[in-house]
């Protein structure tokens, strides 16, 4: 947001939050939180008190006027909708934990074709899950090699440096497309229907036409502030080459935050993150396309306090008319 606002009042009025310009900002903070990496957050820390946008300076000068969106479009059965605000709120009751692990099905097996995703807290779990789906379908693999350059670390490998596919595979998307026909995006999954060499071929639900995915670039970037000049250089010291798909029969909770599911799997026993276990319930349009690995109780539910703390305060004071109507001819005005 800061960087936004220094745009702006460069090209706008400098005397100005936002240059003087209107910004409307629509979020949920109790879904998951900032990831930042250790380098960049000791850049960061000796001018943020948490690296969430409300510590911005210019969300902090702007004076906003906080507005609590509360229908809910994804999911329409009041129990579940209860269950979950009860989650996102941490507060969990022992009625509500008692009728949400009833979705707690240790034998269930899904069939071939009933369409569960799984959803899950790690990479290596899911990958683990992938290999398993990947082993039953009988035919032909084909392997797709990245091509890496400079300094680029094994743990921020986008995908499988040895991507091994197969006509039949559920795949998601792990990149937005950066042609101009921007066909698909990161986080879109579908099912291999071809391959060769070069691409690969996917159908996406819902979808005629397929979608032929060629290799796409990521970058490793470093930041450095200048002691002297206090600007940020931005030094690119690696790439990765790959066809940009990751297996999905199962993903990782933080792979599923914006989508949408009719059923999924999920497993939350090892959660280590604020707003997880809230993400993986909220994908799910009922409780009844929800199977639970693991029964959900207190330890599945992280809350950071500083988010709790600033959606209270949203909640408790809501704008009134008046505010609204201040506020509306003091922009007019300006």
Same mark, same amino acid.
């Given at each position: 947001?800061?960087?936004?606002?220094?745009?702006?009042?460069?090209?706008?009025?400098?005397?100005?939050?936002?240059?003087?310009?209107q910004?409307?900002?629509?979020?949920?903070?109790?879904?998951?939180?900032p990831?930042v990496?250790?380098?960049?957050?000791?850049?960061?820390?000796?001018?943020?008190?948490?690296?969430?946008?409300?510590s911005?300076?210019?969300?902090?000068?702007?004076?906003?006027?906080?507005?609590?969106?509360?229908?809910?479009?994804?999911?329409?059965?009041?129990?579940? /909708?209860?269950? @979950?605000n #009860?989650?996102?709120?941490?507060?969990?009751?022992e009625?509500?934990?008692? +009728?949400? $692990?009833?979705r707690?099905?240790?034998?269930?097996?899904?069939?071939?074709d009933?369409?569960?995703i799984?959803?899950?807290?790690?990479?290596?779990?899911?990958?683990?899950?992938n290999?398993?789906?990947?082993?039953?379908?009988?035919?032909?693999?084909?392997f797709?090699?990245?091509?890496?350059?400079g300094k680029?670390?094994e743990?921020?490998?986008p995908?499988?440096?040895?991507?091994?596919?197969?006509?039949?595979?559920?795949?998601m998307?792990?990149?937005n497309?950066s042609?101009?026909?921007?066909?698909?995006f990161?986080?879109k999954?579908?099912? /291999?229907?071809? @391959?060769? #060499?070069?691409?690969?071929?996917?159908?996406?639900?819902?979808e005629?036409? +397929?979608? $032929?995915s060629t290799?796409?670039?990521?970058?490793?970037?470093?930041?450095?502030?200048?002691?002297?000049?206090?600007?940020?250089s931005?030094?690119?010291?690696?790439?990765?080459?790959?066809?940009?798909?990751?297996l999905?029969?199962?993903?990782?909770?933080?792979k599923?935050q914006?989508?949408?599911?009719?059923?999924?799997?999920?497993d939350?026993k090892?959660s280590?993150a604020?707003?997880q276990?809230?993400?993986?319930?909220?994908?799910?349009?009922?409780?009844?396309g929800?199977?639970?690995?693991?029964?959900?109780?207190?330890?599945?539910?992280?809350?950071?306090?500083?988010a709790?703390?600033?959606?209270?305060?949203v909640?408790?004071?809501?704008?009134?008319?008046?505010i609204?109507?201040?506020?509306?001819?003091?922009?007019?005005?300006?």
């Amino acid at each position: 947001l800061d960087g936004i606002d220094q745009v702006l009042k460069r090209y706008k009025d400098r005397n100005k939050v936002f240059g003087g310009v209107q910004v409307l900002m629509i979020g949920d903070i109790q879904q998951l939180s900032p990831v930042v990496k250790d380098a960049e957050w000791e850049l960061l820390k000796p001018f943020y008190k948490t690296p969430y946008f409300f510590s911005s300076q210019a969300f902090n000068q702007a004076n906003s006027i906080n507005i609590e969106l509360k229908h809910i479009y994804r999911q329409d059965n009041q129990k579940f /909708i209860g269950i @979950l605000n #009860e989650i996102r709120n941490n507060e969990l009751t022992e009625k509500a934990a008692k +009728e949400l $692990n009833k979705r707690y099905l240790p034998n269930f097996k899904p069939e071939k074709d009933d369409g569960y995703i799984i959803l899950t807290t790690h990479n290596h779990m899911a990958n683990t899950m992938n290999d398993v789906e990947l082993k039953k379908l009988d035919v032909k693999s084909y392997f797709y090699t990245a091509e890496i350059d400079g300094k680029f670390q094994e743990y921020a490998y986008p995908t499988h440096e040895n991507l091994e596919l197969k006509v039949g595979a559920q795949v998601m998307f792990i990149k937005n497309d950066s042609s101009p026909e921007k066909r698909y995006f990161n986080g879109k999954i579908g099912k /291999i229907v071809s @391959l060769d #060499e070069n691409k690969v071929s996917v159908i996406c639900p819902g979808e005629t036409e +397929e979608i $032929n995915s060629t290799p796409e670039k990521w970058e490793h970037v470093n930041y450095t502030i200048n002691s002297e000049t206090k600007a940020i250089s931005e030094n690119i010291v690696g790439s990765f080459i790959q066809i940009p798909l990751r297996l999905a029969w199962a993903i990782t909770i933080h792979k599923s935050q914006g989508l949408t599911f009719d059923k999924a799997i999920i497993d939350t026993k090892t959660s280590f993150a604020h707003g997880q276990t809230y993400v993986a319930l909220s994908r799910c349009r009922s409780l009844e396309g929800i199977v639970l690995m693991h029964p959900i109780d207190e330890r599945s539910i992280i809350t950071d306090t500083r988010a709790l703390s600033f959606n209270q305060n949203v909640s408790e004071n809501q704008p009134n008319d008046n505010i609204l109507k201040e506020s509306q001819m003091g922009f007019q005005l300006n």
